[in-house]
């Protein structure tokens, strides 16, 4: 069988389905059965005389709820939000109250070095 190299497009006798190494370019390539009926699936590899069939992966679980969507009050916008209590509009950029998670609440900024006893407090002027 006649095969081309995917790398470099040069074309190179094989015996059959397989791994087989360019010898232009080093390039491995894979070729797969061919049958009466056309090509083998896409994306599916020849397997060894004699190894176990490979397994089906199973699909992903459905989730328990489904995602939340709310809409913009500005623009009608709709979007899917996570457990937060506030969304930024992707469209518009509004603030927007989804009714579930917590609300953020900025914490004060610590001062780097705080005053400590000892020392005198900064004196203001008095008027």
């Known amino acids: 069988m ?3 190299c995917g ?7 094989v015996a059959g389905a397989g791994r087989f190494s360019c ?4 390039s491995v390539n894979v070729v797969r059965n061919q049958t009466a009926t056309g090509p083998a699936s896409a994306g599916a590899y020849p397997t060894a005389p004699g190894a176990p069939p490979t ?18 009050p500005e623009c009608a916008f709709t ?6 209590a506030v969304a930024t509009c992707p469209n ?5 109250q989804t009714g579930s998670g917590v609300p953020f609440v900025p914490e004060e900024p610590v ?6 006893d000892d020392e005198d ?4 002027e008095e008027e």
């Open 2 to 4: 006649i095969v081309r």
């Open 7 to 13: 790398a470099c497009r040069t074309q190179f006798e």
């Open 23 to 26: 010898p232009s370019c080093g």
């Open 55 to 72: 397994p089906e992966t199973p699909a992903p679980p459905q989730p328990d709820r489904p995602s939340p969507r709310i809409n913009c």
């Open 79 to 84: 979007f899917i939000v996570g457990d937060i």
């Open 92 to 96: 518009c950029g509004t603030e927007v």
């Open 111 to 116: 001062a780097a070095n705080p005053p400590s």
């Open 121 to 124: 407090p900064v004196l203001t």
